[in-house]
Nanobody, 121 residues
Framework: QVQLVESGGGLVQGGGSLSLYCAAS??????????MGWYRQAPGKQRELVAA???????DYADSVKGRFTISRDNARNAVSLQMNSLQPEDTAVYYC?????????????WGQGTQVTVSS
């Protein structure tokens, strides 16, 4: 079993910055964390991809956060970070860490418990 533990988040004024951090732990020996990423879900809306990064550090971003958010990962610590700058009220949501873990043909997707990000206008 794999656990994802998130930290960061909180309340910030519009235009401000926040950083999120997520570390994976558990039965990871022999497994590869192919992709780590961040999703978010605002009230009344579907969960959406914010940013994801592969084990080879290829990053993808939602159009709405390009140029403002930066995702990075530390493979040695099985961790992923999200630096969020120029935050806007529409970025308010619960942010979830995600990891896709594989070992040969076996593949699993794991989620963190979520962390609230609130941006005031």
């Amino acid at each position: 079993q794999v656990q994802l533990v998130e930290s960061g988040g909180g309340l910030v004024q519009g235009g401000g910055s926040l950083s999120l951090y997520c570390a994976a732990s558990g039965r990871l020996f022999g497994f590869s964390i192919d992709v780590m990423g961040w999703y978010r879900q605002a009230p009344g809306k579907q969960r959406e991809l914010v940013a994801a990064i592969t084990i080879s550090n290829r990053a993808d971003y939602a159009d709405s956060v390009k140029g403002r958010f930066t995702i990075s990962r530390d493979n040695a610590r099985n961790a992923v970070s999200l630096q969020m700058n120029s935050l806007q009220p529409e970025d308010t949501a619960v942010y979830y860490c995600n990891a896709v873990v594989t070992r040969g043909p076996v593949r699993g997707t794991y989620w963190g418990q979520g962390t609230q990000v609130t941006v005031s206008s």
